[in-house]
């Protein structure tokens, strides 16, 4: 299995910003793409953005221009970076990666950490 612990969420007022890491742990054999989703209150989890192990990241529209995911190989670690953060940002932020743990890759997520946008 593989696990998945973001960090870095919190209250932060807009035009703030905010890092989240998330490491994942496990018995993993590859990784090939790492991301980012969010869930607002009252509304279905959308794609922040995502990452290819070569480096290559797309981004949602919304996000393009703030925010910025980089990832460690190394250390099997996709972090996002948020910049000019607004108060439509506040979300539950959830990293996933689709990992290879035996023959086959499939998608694995984090438990969430809280983002909110507030003065």
């Known amino acids: 299995q593989v696990q998945l612990v973001e960090s870095g969420g919190g209250l932060v007022q807009p035009g703030g910003s905010l890092r989240l890491p998330c490491p994942a742990s496990?018995?993993?054999?590859?990784?090939?793409?790492m991301g980012w989703y969010r869930q607002a209150p009252g509304k279905e989890r959308e794609l922040v953005g995502t990452?290819?192990?070569?480096?290559?990241?797309n981004y949602a529209d919304s996000v393009k221009g703030r925010f910025s995911i980089s990832r460690d190989n190394a250390k099997n670690t996709v972090s996002l970076e948020m910049n000019s953060l607004k108060p439509e940002d506040t979300a539950v932020y959830y990293c996933?990666?689709?990992?290879?743990?035996?023959?086959?890759?499939?998608?694995?997520w984090g438990q969430g950490t809280q983002v909110t946008v507030s003065s």
């Open positions: 496990g018995s993993i054999f590859s990784i090939n793409v």
């Open positions: 996933y990666v689709n990992a290879r743990v035996g023959p086959t890759s499939r998608p694995y």
């Open positions: 990452i290819i192990s070569g480096g290559s990241a």
